[in-house]
Structure formats: C-alpha cells, structure tokens
C-alpha cells in the first residue's frame, strides 16, 4: 500500500508510538482490502466507545493505546457510548459496568 509522505511520518522512529501504532492499524486494514492509497479526510467518525462492545480486551487495548500518546489528527466524534450516564441504574446496568464505560469515554 503506498503512503504519502505525510502518511509515512506517522511510521517513523520519530513519531508518537500511538500515531504509529494507528497508522500501522490503518495500512494493515488498506492492505487487506486491497486499497492501493490512503484517501485524505478532514474529519472522522470513531467506533468502539461502547464497553457492551468491546469488553475486557477492548478496554486493555484503548487504555494501553492512550498510554502511547494518541491523539487525533483532525477533528473526531465518537459513537454513542453503552449506556445512559445518568440514567443507568433505572436502566437496569450495574455500577461495575458504568465504571468501565465511563473508563473508555475518560479515553
């Protein structure tokens, strides 16, 4: 998959592992779905801000991806978290889970 220069930036030794780390993510997608080049974007829509969805090993990823120094690049909105923030527990979620929820928001 070719990347651009500024693309390639991202890969270098000099750049944030957690800007790596996403880029290295990103190629990996493109070249499995066969995209010869990345498509430049001013903005972004993230998945996967609902604990229900992502679990243990999605939390341990994002937290551990935090810890790297990722930030976004353009302008991002996120999905609808797993769960009503104020109206959890007459929704019938436990406090455990609102903890890991609010965790993967805190991100």
Partial sequence: MKLSRRDQKYTAREARRGAAKGMEILAA???????RDMVPVDSVQ???VSYGNIGEHGLAFLEEWAAMGSRAVVPATMNPGGADRRLWKSLGFSAGYIRKQERVIGL
């Fill in 29 to 35: 997608l493109g070249r499995i779905h066969g995209a």
């Fill in 46 to 48: 993230v998945s996967g």
